[in-house]
């Protein structure tokens, strides 16, 4: 867009026309700023890879796990705990707001604080993390996950 300029009039100039008409670019030139930054995301891309750090880690087998030995407490979350809320401690069916009471009975005469919780395959992990939350209350030290084997039905 051309710019307007107003002309001063000096004292003894004749009087010219009032305006100038001068062409400024105001354009920025985009082409080398594309350049520059695709040879910027060239080189982060090629530098991200190198700059991520990882722990190596060994993950357990189970595959040949060592029985428990003593009596265990078993906490099954069956899939019907979605609607009643309802798990089971052995073959005892349990409410879960009286879970922490009862698993704090059956603890007082075990040598060991250990439970094991056996959940559906189809309950939901927030489901099985609400009963660990209330066996942790009820004073268990280690809550084990029971899980089967590869190839058992």
Not at 88 to 98: H, S, T
Not at 116 to 139: N, P, S
């Amino acid at each position: 867009m051309p710019k307007l300029q107003a002309l001063e009039s000096g004292a003894g100039h004749r009087r010219s026309r009032g305006r100038r008409v001068s062409t400024v670019l105001a354009e920025i030139n985009v082409v080398p700023l594309v350049d520059v930054m695709l040879v910027l995301l060239i080189i982060f891309m090629v530098a991200a890879p190198m700059m991520q750090r990882g722990f190596d880690v060994n993950l357990p087998v189970a595959r040949r796990a060592e029985p428990k030995e003593g009596e265990r407490i078993f906490v099954n979350v069956p899939l019907a705990y979605r609607t009643n809320k309802i798990v089971y401690i052995g073959d005892k069916a349990v409410r879960i707001e009286v879970l922490t009471e009862r698993v704090r009975q059956e603890l007082l005469t075990k040598p060991t604080k250990d439970v094991f919780l056996r959940g559906d395959g189809a309950v939901q992990l927030q489901e099985l993390m609400d009963v660990m939350d209330r066996l942790k209350d009820a004073g268990v030290q280690k809550v084990g996950i029971v899980a089967k084997l590869p190839g058992e039905r």
